[in-house]
């Protein structure tokens, strides 16, 4: 075996990590806090749900949305083996080919999210998917795709110096728009990213979100795609086991309690399992911890050795609340074949019908053998009053958050006469684990939010690795191409820290690939490339020109 290296956290991130070191011949151990592998992206059973014995209702951290643009966690996919998968469990994406945009005013606006046989021009595509049926103007419209326009034809660079610092408010300029764009353009990005429009930075919000539409005009498959089964089973699961089979040490309910710095280098880190405590020790250490976890990790001999490890303090104010609950239905009711977005609901919600995509999942299995049906709802603002609590959802009761969070999903859907959504039909419900009741204020705690990408934070950001020469970090707050904290950007910022380490170890295996993102190719480079000349010139971008051209 090679060198050692000691893995702190066995999400996302932890797991690509030890899939690409223990493949280039490391000797890698994990140690994952909880007792379910995978952190955010993991199932987690309805305890005491199943009957007879049958396995418990299964539930999750928030339902799993894999859009088109991900590169880095399907590569790392299609490299876990799963039965007679040609592609290992990256197989088991299912293309979801509607979304739905759900308003209290009138019925839900669906749309194709694929167009499998012809490219047609993209502005008239674009319109086209929202067809003026939401109460935006024709003028407006047009404002919104100009300024998608410009994020798309902008070189990296601008992106990155200029739009970081620009919130996604000022950049499409809501204050001067009507409260219906607003809805759908400001409201979207509070789904998307669980940002608040006015402090939400444009090249994050304003380059994923141009990159998802574009995915939905460009042939060749969905913008969207959904796991085929409970994300462990299909997923995290045969992933563990692969790397187990390659040699990983993978440790549950094992917590990292600190890390020792000494004369500049982790010397340790000190574990606790099962009620003992332990220092483990490795060549080379990756933190793959959340930001708010590893800014607490940090000692001052750490900082004193690398100073830009006292951003992590700032940057873990910039978290957010982003939880699911789940809906068993008695009956199945499945209301588009995708997600559907939910764009005036107070609590910013979006849900998807599980089973349509779950074709070999037996229901029959799972709890008291009575459940036929799952919805899946995230909650994106934890902040705004409900419609009929009056309260936000960090100052309901668990009891309440499921009623108001029913009532919010039954304004969008039942309406004009038609009922989607009965209350008769609820079984049984589960409210994502990390939100921890009670507490001393009587408010509860999130235990796994989720980082934002607000203005003025991207300096905040580390790289993978650090002035300390045998730390890495591996985590979505990490700067990277798809500067978005989801399962692609922890996976990308594995892979930059596993690279970093092969550096430093001076070993001759390959690098893992890192791809770029949000380059709309092939059509856009020479409008990318022009704006590229500008800005190095010091000019803004120049909306005449690409107008003329466009």
Request: charged fraction near 25%.
């Given at each position: 075996?090679?060198?050692?290296?000691?893995?702190?956290?066995?999400?996302?991130?932890?797991?690509?990590?030890?899939?690409?070191?223990?493949?280039?011949?490391?000797?890698?151990?994990?140690?994952?806090?909880?007792?379910?592998?995978?952190?955010?992206?993991?199932?987690?059973?309805?305890?005491?749900?199943?009957?007879?014995?049958?396995?418990?209702?299964?539930?999750?951290?928030?339902?799993?949305?894999?859009?088109?643009?991900?590169?880095?966690?399907?590569?790392?996919?299609?490299?876990?083996?799963?039965?007679?998968?040609?592609?290992?469990?990256?197989?088991?994406?299912?293309?979801?080919?509607?979304?739905?945009?759900?308003?209290?005013?009138?019925?839900?606006?669906?749309?194709?999210?694929?167009?499998?046989?012809?490219?047609?021009?993209?502005?008239?595509?674009?319109?086209?998917?929202?067809?003026?049926?939401?109460?935006?103007?024709?003028?407006?419209?047009?404002?919104?795709?100009?300024?998608?326009?410009?994020?798309?034809?902008?070189?990296?660079?601008?992106?990155?110096?200029?739009?970081?610092?620009?919130?996604?408010?000022?950049?499409?300029?809501?204050?001067?728009?009507?409260?219906?764009?607003?809805?759908?353009?400001?409201?979207?990005?509070?789904?998307?990213?669980?940002?608040?429009?006015?402090?939400?930075?444009t090249a994050t919000v304003g380059s994923v979100g141009a990159q998802i539409l574009a995915d939905m005009v460009v042939p060749g498959g969905s913008a969207s795609r959904i796991l085929n089964g409970p994300t462990n089973e299909v997923w995290i699961d045969p992933w563990v086991e692969y790397l187990r089979q390659i040699g990983v040490d993978y440790h549950k309910n094992a917590r990292v309690?600190?890390?020792?710095?000494?004369?500049?280098?982790?010397?340790?880190?000190?574990?606790?399992?099962?009620?003992?405590?332990?220092?483990?020790?490795?060549?080379?250490?990756?933190?793959?911890?959340?930001?708010?976890?590893?800014?607490?990790?940090?000692?001052?001999?750490?900082?004193?050795?690398?100073?830009?490890?006292?951003?992590?303090?700032?940057?873990?104010?910039?978290?957010?609340?982003?939880?699911?609950?789940?809906?068993?239905?008695?009956?199945?009711?499945?209301?588009?074949?995708?997600?559907?977005?939910?764009?005036?609901?107070?609590?910013?919600?979006?849900?998807?019908?599980?089973?349509?995509?779950?074709?070999?999942?037996?229901?029959?299995?799972?709890?008291?053998?009575?459940?036929?049906?799952?919805?899946?709802?995230?909650?994106?603002?934890?902040?705004?009053?409900?419609?009929?609590?009056?309260?936000?959802?960090?100052?309901?009761?668990?009891?309440?958050?499921?009623?108001?969070?029913?009532?919010?999903?039954?304004?969008?859907?039942?309406?004009?006469?038609?009922?989607?959504?009965?209350?008769?039909?609820?079984?049984?419900?589960?409210?994502?684990?990390?939100?921890?009741?009670?507490?001393?204020?009587?408010?509860?705690?999130?235990?796994?939010?989720?980082?934002?990408?607000?203005?003025?934070?991207?300096?905040?950001?580390?790289?993978?690795?650090?002035?300390?020469?045998?730390?890495?970090?591996?985590?979505?707050?990490?700067?990277?191409?798809?500067?978005?904290?989801?399962?692609?950007?922890?996976?990308?910022?594995?892979?930059?820290?596993?690279?970093?380490?092969?550096?430093?170890?001076?070993?001759?295996?390959?690098?893992?690939?890192?791809?770029?993102?949000?380059?709309?190719?092939?059509?856009?480079?020479?409008?990318?490339?022009?704006?590229?000349?500008?800005?190095?010139?010091?000019?803004?971008?120049?909306?005449?020109?690409?107008?003329?051209?466009?």
């Amino acid at each position: 075996m090679g060198k050692k290296v000691v893995i702190l956290g066995g999400g996302v991130a932890g797991l690509s990590a030890a899939h690409e070191l223990a493949e280039r011949g490391f000797d890698v151990t994990v140690y994952e806090l909880r007792r379910i592998a995978g952190g955010k992206a993991r199932s987690i059973p309805v305890p005491g749900s199943g009957k007879q014995g049958r396995k418990d209702l299964p539930g999750e951290h928030g339902f799993r949305f894999f859009p088109r643009f991900y590169k880095h966690i399907i590569d790392t996919m299609e490299r876990i083996p799963y039965g007679n998968n040609p592609k290992g469990v990256a197989d088991n994406l299912v293309e979801g080919t509607r979304l739905g945009l759900a308003r209290t005013d009138g019925p839900p606006v669906e749309f194709l999210t694929e167009f499998p046989t012809s490219l047609k021009d993209l502005r008239a595509l674009l319109k086209s998917l929202f067809d003026n049926r939401l109460g935006v103007s024709e003028r407006e419209f047009e404002h919104f795709l100009d300024r998608i326009w410009q994020v798309m034809t902008s070189c990296n660079e601008r992106r990155t110096e200029e739009y970081q610092d620009i919130p996604w408010w000022d950049f499409i300029d809501a204050e001067r728009q009507s409260e219906a764009f607003r809805r759908v353009f400001t409201g979207m990005t509070r789904i998307l990213v669980a940002a608040k429009a006015r402090e939400a930075n444009t090249a994050t919000v304003g380059s994923v979100g141009a990159q998802i539409l574009a995915d939905m005009v460009v042939p060749g498959g969905s913008a969207s795609r959904i796991l085929n089964g409970p994300t462990n089973e299909v997923w995290i699961d045969p992933w563990v086991e692969y790397l187990r089979q390659i040699g990983v040490d993978y440790h549950k309910n094992a917590r990292v309690e600190r890390i020792e710095c000494n004369d500049g280098i982790i010397t340790g880190a000190i574990v606790t399992k099962n009620g003992e405590t332990f220092e483990v020790k490795g060549d080379y250490y990756i933190a793959a911890f959340p930001v708010e976890v590893m800014a607490e990790m940090v000692t001052p001999e750490m900082a004193a050795t690398d100073p830009s490890l006292n951003n992590l303090k700032k940057l873990a104010e910039s978290v957010d609340w982003m939880n699911g609950i789940q809906f068993y239905l008695k009956e199945d009711v499945t209301i588009i074949h995708g997600h559907i977005i939910y764009i005036d609901s107070p609590w910013a919600l979006t849900s998807v019908s599980q089973r349509q995509f779950w074709p070999r999942f037996d229901f029959s299995e799972y709890g008291d053998g009575q459940v036929k049906g799952i919805l899946s709802v995230d909650i994106s603002d934890w902040e705004k009053p409900g419609i009929l609590y009056g309260k936000s959802a960090r100052h309901c009761s668990p009891e309440e958050i499921r009623d108001e969070v029913w009532a919010q999903l039954k304004a969008g859907l039942n309406v004009e006469g038609k009922v989607v959504l009965e209350d008769s039909n609820i079984h049984s419900w589960y409210l994502d684990e990390d939100i921890h009741y009670p507490n001393p204020d009587g408010l509860p705690v999130n235990l796994e939010p989720l980082l934002v990408n607000k203005v003025y934070t991207w300096d905040w950001r580390p790289h993978a690795y650090t002035a300390i020469p045998n730390l890495f970090l591996a985590s979505d707050y990490v700067k990277t191409n798809t500067d978005l904290a989801t399962m692609e950007g922890a996976n990308e910022a594995a892979r930059r820290a596993v690279n970093a380490i092969l550096h430093a170890s001076g070993s001759r295996a390959k690098r893992c690939k890192i791809w770029d993102m949000y380059q709309f190719e092939p059509f856009l480079f020479l409008y990318r490339e022009h704006d590229e000349f500008r800005f190095r010139r010091g000019l803004p971008w120049n909306g005449k020109m690409i107008a003329s051209l466009g």
